[in-house]
């Protein structure tokens, strides 16, 4: 029984050395594994050259996984991050990065809604009210929702025609035309009120082409957001509209069918007659450089083929002359742009008249700029000497022509 005892203390006391051994050495290995930052320096020691490798993450989600914040500055892998109107931005980077602008508005034609936008130039109408009729053909408006970014935030916006947005330019900040990456510098970076002082701050754009653009912000530096979701506008075609209308003087919105026609009446001898009906002219377009009416006959003048006669058409005052024929404006203006300005010798007003001929002559222009709605009525005046051959067939044929400067 002793010799039992004495082979049992001794395989006892083996056993606990083992334990005492296994213990401190993982007590060892563990206090190693773990440097705090609090404790990387000492009065004993310095750890230099301190850095944070990425740390490992499992998907743990029953609806597909998560990953947890991997290295600072990285983003978590979670689909539900990103959806089609959002993107989170997770780990302390997005601290510090300005937040992702968004596209107020965004117009070009007449289709394109203005109803976001804050400039009153484009309210309520939309781009008509800016570019004429039709709207822009080679440029547009928009503005940015700042997302609650500082007001000395700067934006870049960046714009395409692929909807997917695999290939993309940016807008230069200064010219406001497209440019290339290559082109593109931080001078291109301004401010929300800066883009927006502009009735166009995208020019040179391709008519009936659909652009998307979007906008990133910086607010210092390294500080870049990624781009905000974006919007679409199309542009417009050039684009000159022109109406005839025959009616009386409260006939301003009118419309009347081909074919025109005003029967003057009987002319007075000695009186001046006018047409109990007007011309009425629409003129409207997005030119650029202006449009204008034109106006020709073809007689010079009323003239009766079974008298072989004809009362001249010239510039005069038909209360003073003996004869004539004319055209004098009764009414002008537009709705938007223009204005709508008759020529000299068609405006004087009462009865003095302007003189056509076969020879085309300028009746009114746009004033060089696109006009939207523009309306004008003209009068028709005629008098007959005591010389001017009675006769039922005195006529003519007036054409009217408009064009615009593109």
Not at 27 to 49: H, L
Not at 140 to 169: C, G, K, M, R
Not at 215 to 242: C, M, Q, R, V
Request: glycine fraction near 10%.
């Amino acid at each position: 029984m002793l010799r039992l005892k004495t082979n049992f203390k001794t395989v006892k006391n083996i056993n606990k050395k083992f334990i005492i051994f296994v213990l401190f050495i993982c007590f060892v290995w563990n206090s190693r594994r773990y440097v705090f930052s609090d404790d990387v320096g000492s009065q004993n020691y310095k750890i230099k050259d301190l850095s944070v490798g990425s740390i490992g993450g499992e998907n743990l989600s029953s609806s597909g996984g998560y990953r947890i914040m991997i290295s600072i500055g990285d983003n978590a892998n979670d689909d539900r991050f990103i959806g089609t109107s959002y993107k989170l931005g997770v780990g302390p980077l997005y601290n510090w990065m300005a937040t992702a602008p968004s596209i107020k508005c965004f117009a070009a034609s007449a289709g394109d809604s203005t109803v976001d936008c804050d400039d009153p130039d484009v309210k309520p109408d939309g781009m008509v009210e800016v570019c004429g009729e039709g709207g822009c053909f080679d440029r547009a408006h928009f503005e940015l929702y700042n997302e609650n970014n500082p007001s000395d935030t700067l934006y870049s916006v960046q714009i395409t025609t692929d909807p997917d947005w695999s290939t993309w330019n940016y807008i230069d900040a200064s010219t406001f035309l497209i440019e290339s990456a290559e082109s593109h510098d931080i001078n291109d970076y301004i401010t929300e009120s800066s883009w927006e002082s502009q009735n166009f701050n995208i020019l040179g754009l391709t008519p009936g082409t659909t652009y998307y653009i979007r906008a990133t912000a910086l607010h210092g530096d390294f500080t870049e957001s990624g781009p905000g979701p974006s919007k679409n506008a199309t542009t417009a075609y050039p684009k000159i509209t022109f109406d005839i209308d025959i009616a009386g003087t409260s006939g301003q919105n009118s419309e009347t069918s081909a074919p025109y026609s005003i029967d003057i009446g009987e002319i007075g001898v000695g009186s001046v007659t006018t047409a109990p009906n007007l011309i009425w002219l629409d003129l409207g377009s997005n030119s650029l450089g202006g449009s204008f009416i034109h106006v020709k006959d073809r007689n010079s003048g009323l003239f009766s083929e079974s008298k072989n006669y004809t009362i001249i058409s010239a510039n005069a005052n038909l209360d003073t002359q003996p004869e004539g024929y004319g055209l004098v404006q009764y009414f002008s203006g537009q709705v938007y742009l223009g204005p709508l300005v008759v020529e000299t010798d068609f405006g004087r007003g009462g009865n003095t008249v302007g003189g056509i001929s076969t020879t085309a002559r300028q009746i009114y222009n746009s004033s060089s700029n696109p006009i939207y709605k523009g309306r004008a009525g003209i009068y028709l005046k005629a008098k007959a000497s005591v010389s001017a051959p009675a006769s039922s067939d005195y006529s003519d044929e007036i054409t009217f022509t408009s064009f615009g400067v593109f």
